[in-house]
T-cell receptor
Framework: SAVISQKPSRDICQRGTSLTIQCQVDSQVTMMFWYRQQPGQSLTLIATANQGSEATYESGFVIDKFPISRPNLTFSTLTVSNMSPEDSSIYLC???????????FGPGTRLLVL | GENVEQHPSTLSVQEGDSAVIKCTYSDSASNYFPWYKQELGKGPQLIIDIRSNVGEKKDQRIAVTLNKTAKHFSLHITETQPEDSAVYFCAASKVDSNYQLIWGAGTKLIIKP
């Protein structure tokens, strides 16, 4: 399975600011996804990061709030814009590769917004 | 749309006993069912998965069973150990869903020494 890293691992931010989270994979992957996991909850898909084109967002998530880039097959970023305390969550990157539906996750970014 | 229900929300078992977590899905077209283990402060880790063309899969102390007729699948952990304590998530997806997983709510497994 791919080795996935995320930066930063955690951060404390002030409301109204933005944070960009990076996801790096050690090999080329077909699909990259961004999830949000609120404390004690299950995972919610934010968007699918498409290489070379705009991300595909799930209902309830918009590009202005969560802009995503995927410049190549091993790297993606998620920005959480104009943050409020409700954005305090774990943000997870996952990947799938080789035509398989199996997803592998990064360690997550723990975000606290004050 | 697809829905996955997971039970129980919390499960406490004595070390050495078995643990069973159950999930039910709504979309009969679902054909892939992974289980993830999430330890505190970490991302979910795939522990076992099953596809709809088989009824059971085992990997050492872990097994998953699938009943397509009843649309449910279960995770079985035998001879539980303290390091099995974690939150476990089931999920389901289908071929034309662009790899999207529908997640259960999670089960917190507590292994009592």
């Amino acid at each position: 399975s791919a080795v996935i890293s995320q930066k930063p691992s955690r951060d404390i931010c002030q409301r109204g600011t933005s944070l960009t989270i990076q996801c790096q994979v050690d090999s080329q992957v077909t699909m990259m996804f961004w999830y949000r996991q609120q404390p004690g909850q299950s995972l919610t898909l934010i968007a699918t990061a498409n290489q070379g084109s705009e991300a595909t967002y799930e209902s309830g998530f918009v590009i202005d709030k969560f802009p995503i880039s995927r410049p190549n097959l091993t790297f993606s970023t998620l920005t959480v814009s104009n943050m409020s305390p409700e954005d305090s969550s774990i943000y997870l990157c996952s990947v799938a590769t080789g035509g398989s539906e199996t997803q592998y996750f990064g360690p997550g970014t723990r975000l606290l917004v004050l | 749309g697809e829905n996955v229900e997971q039970h129980p929300s919390t499960l406490s078992v004595q070390e050495g006993d078995s643990a069973v977590i159950k999930c039910t899905y709504s979309d009969s077209a679902s054909n892939y069912f992974p289980w993830y283990k999430q330890e505190l402060g970490k991302g979910p880790q795939l522990i076992i998965d099953i596809r709809s063309n088989v009824g059971e899969k085992k990997d050492q102390r872990i097994a998953v069973t699938l009943n397509k007729t009843a649309k449910h699948f279960s995770l079985h952990i035998t001879e539980t150990q303290p390091e099995d304590s974690a939150v476990y998530f089931c999920a389901a997806s289908k071929v034309d869903s662009n790899y999207q997983l529908i997640w259960g709510a999670g089960t917190k497994l507590i292994i009592k020494p």
